[in-house]
């Protein structure tokens, strides 16, 4: 007898699942892209994508109410407990920049700070398909703090320049970043 080789399930495919499952409302295709490669342990998500149990399944009633969640499985990356006042800095410099002060917002700074605690660029850490779909997920939820990133600096080297910035921390000695011999690190592609 033959065995059957498993079946393997690409975060395309999930994503279709999801977005049959949607409402329409312009975050769930964002929302999409990231459970599906967070179902598949793509990116740096805890579990949850850094939320709450409780707030998690909120979310999911409320964008993909046909959605069974039983076809996630739990396969997060634990959080750096050791982090914790970086993430409390970072969801103030969030919340306080929000676009409409929605609670989708509130999810939204949750999601994406779990995403700094990776160690890639915040869009692969966020499970994200491109860099674009982070500037827009940034512009949507919070609009403020994206429009200052007006030069396309990469998005965790500007979130924790803002952070450093609003503690009259200046680490760069460079007088502009156009001048900065690590401007490609900052400003380069992101691959």
């Not at 690409?10 to 599906?36: D, G, K, V």
């Not at 805890?46 to 069974?68: C, I, Q, R, T, V």
């Not at 503690?167 to 380069?188: A, K, L, M, W």
Request: with cysteine; net charge negative; aromatic share 10%.
């Amino acid at each position: 007898m033959l065995a059957t080789a498993p079946i393997s399930v690409t975060p395309e495919e999930i994503y279709i699942q999801l977005m049959a499952s949607r409402r329409a409302i312009p975050i769930q295709e964002t929302l999409a892209r990231m459970l599906s490669s967070w179902s598949l342990g793509i990116g740096a998500l805890p579990n949850y994508l850094g939320l709450s149990k409780d707030d998690f399944e909120h979310m999911m009633a409320l964008y993909f109410p046909g959605y069974d969640l039983n076809n996630f499985k739990l396969s997060g990356k634990p959080f750096d407990v050791a982090r914790f006042d970086e993430a409390e800095d970072l969801r103030k410099l969030l919340l306080e920049n929000r676009t409409n002060q929605s609670l989708v917002e509130q999810w939204m700074a949750d999601i994406v700070i779990a995403g700094c605690m990776g160690s890639n660029h915040l869009w692969q850490d966020l499970g994200l398909w491109n860099r674009n779909e982070l500037s827009c997920l940034m512009l949507e939820n919070f609009k403020p703090l994206a429009k200052r990133n007006n030069k396309d600096m990469k998005w965790k080297k500007f979130l924790y320049k803002q952070l450093c910035e609003s503690e009259g921390i200046y680490v760069c000695r460079s007088p502009s970043c156009e001048v900065c011999t690590d401007y490609q690190n900052c400003f380069g592609p992101e691959d």
